[in-house]
C-alpha cells in the first residue's frame, strides 16, 4: 500500500466516530452541566458509549500512524493542541478541567511510536497485534491502581507510583488528580499500537482490498473524517454555544 494515499474509508469510520463523540459530548453537558436527567447515561450504557469512542479512535490512530508524513511535527501539533484545551478549561470551566486529555495522549503516542519506529518496525504483525493488545488488557486499570481489565483485578500495585505529579502522565495519577478527559499513556499506548500493527498486517494483503479502501462511500462523512483536528478543536465552544441560547430561550 502507498503511505501517500488517501484512504476513504478510514475516513469515513473517522467521520462516523468523530459525530459520536460531539453527541455524547452534547449529552454529558446537558446532564452534568444543565442537570437534565438521563438515567441511562449514568450506567453501562453511558460508559460503552463513551468506551467505543475511544477505542476506536486509538484504534484509528494507531492504524494512520504510517500514513502520515512527518510524525515529530504531528505529535507536537496535537501535544500544543492539547495543551491549549487544558489552558482553556482552567481560565474558562475549571469545574471541568482537562489535564492529560485525549490529545495530549495522541501527541505523546505519535512522538513515542515516532522514536521506537526501528525496533517497531522488526517486530512483525502477527506478533505485534496480539502482544500489544493484551498489554492493554493487562494494564488497563493501572490508573485505579492495579493490573487487570474492568472488573478484573489480577494484582495491586505499589502506592509509590502514584506519587509524583508527572506520574499521571505515564498512568500513575496521585491522590486528588482530577480531570474529566483522562488518558494517559499506560495503558492506552498499547491499544495505539494494536492499530500500529493491525495496519501493518493490512499492508500486505492484496490490492483488492487497498482498492476497497479507497473507494469512496460517503462524501460528506469523509470530509468531516479529514478535519477530524479542527471539528474536535470546536466541537465543544460550538455545542456550548448551541446550549446557551437554548437555555436563554428556555428550551432546557
Known amino acids: 500500500m502507498n503511505a501517500r494515499s ?12 468523530l459525530l459520536s463523540m460531539i453527541a455524547y459530548h452534547g449529552t454529558y453537558d ?14 453501562e450504557p453511558g460508559y460503552l458509549w463513551q468506551q467505543s469512542i475511544c477505542w476506536t ?10 500514513l502520515g508524513r512527518r510524525p515529530v511535527k504531528r505529535g ?11 489552558l482553556v478549561t482552567v481560565l474558562v470551566m475549571p469545574e471541568s478541567i482537562v489535564i492529560m486529555g485525549v490529545l495530549n495522549f495522541f501527541g505523546l503516542a505519535t512522538l513515542i511510536t515516532a522514536f521506537l519506529q526501528p525496533a517497531l518496525r522488526r ?12 498489554l492493554f488488557l493487562l ?13 478484573l483485578r489480577l494484582a495491586a500495585l505499589p502506592r509509590f507510583l502514584y506519587q509524583g505529579k508527572l506520574m499521571m502522565v505515564l498512568g500513575f495519577p496521585y491522590d486528588g488528580f482530577y480531570s474529566t478527559d483522562y488518558f494517559s499513556v499506560i495503558p492506552w499506548l498499547f491499544l495505539f499500537l494494536t492499530g500500529y500493527y493491525f495496519w501493518k498486517l493490512l499492508e ?3 490490492n483488492s482490498f487497498t482498492a476497497f479502501l479507497s473507494q469512496s462511500k460517503c462524501r460528506p462523512l469523509e470530509i468531516i473524517g479529514k478535519n477530524t483536528l479542527p471539528v474536535y478543536m470546536l466541537h465543544q465552544p460550538a ?12 428550551m432546557i
Open 6 to 17: 488517501r484512504y476513504s474509508v478510514l475516513d469515513l469510520v473517522k467521520g462516523i466516530t
Open 30 to 43: 446537558l446532564v452534568y452541566l444543565y442537570h437534565i436527567k438521563i438515567p441511562w447515561f449514568h450506567g
Open 57 to 66: 479512535f486509538i484504534l484509528l490512530s494507531g492504524m494512520c500512524f504510517s
Open 76 to 86: 507536537l501539533i496535537l501535544t500544543g493542541c492539547g495543551l491549549i484545551i487544558t
Open 123 to 134: 517486530i512483525p504483525s502477527y506478533a505485534g497485534i496480539p502482544v500489544s493488545f493484551l
Open 139 to 151: 494494564t488497563r486499570e493501572i490508573p485505579n491502581g492495579y493490573l487487570g481489565f474492568e472488573g
Open 204 to 206: 500486505n494483503l492484496n
Open 239 to 250: 455545542l456550548m454555544a448551541v446550549f446557551t441560547v437554548l437555555d436563554l430561550i428556555g
